[in-house]
């Protein structure tokens, strides 16, 4: 099993930036990818970006060029930097963790409010 712990959300004006943490424990050797997803208000959860366990990322369209996913290995955290932040990003920011077994955990969901 494994427990993420976000942190990082705000409310910020357009064009600014935020850095979110996610903070995985437990069965943590066990994670072969790390992501971010968010979901706004009456829409899907869908993917943002993703880390795997060889380093490799994936985003989506959308924020390509402004989120940087990372990870920092000695503090067993994964970062998602995100700048130039538009209205469009308001979202419940979500970190989930894909194991190799198969099952997928999820934190609580931080806020992210970018006011135009």
């Known amino acids: 099993q494994v427990h993420l712990v976000e942190s990082g959300g705000g409310l910020v004006q357009a064009g600014g930036s935020l850095r979110l943490s996610c903070a995985p424990s437990?069965?943590?050797?066990?994670?072969?990818?790390i992501g971010w997803y968010r979901q706004a208000p009456g829409k899907q959860r869908d993917m943002v970006a993703t880390?795997?366990?060889?380093?490799?990322?994936n985003y989506v369209d959308s924020v390509k060029g402004r989120f940087t996913i990372s990870r920092d290995n000695a503090k067993n955290t994964v970062y998602l930097q995100m700048n130039s932040l538009e209205p469009e990003d308001t979202a419940v920011y979500y970190c989930?963790?894909?194991?190799?077994?198969?099952?997928?955990?999820w934190g609580q969901g931080t806020q992210v409010t970018v006011s135009s």
């Open positions: 989930s963790a894909h194991l190799s077994w198969g099952n997928r955990y």
């Open positions: 437990g069965s943590t050797l066990s994670i072969v990818e």
């Open positions: 880390i795997s366990r060889g380093g490799s990322t």
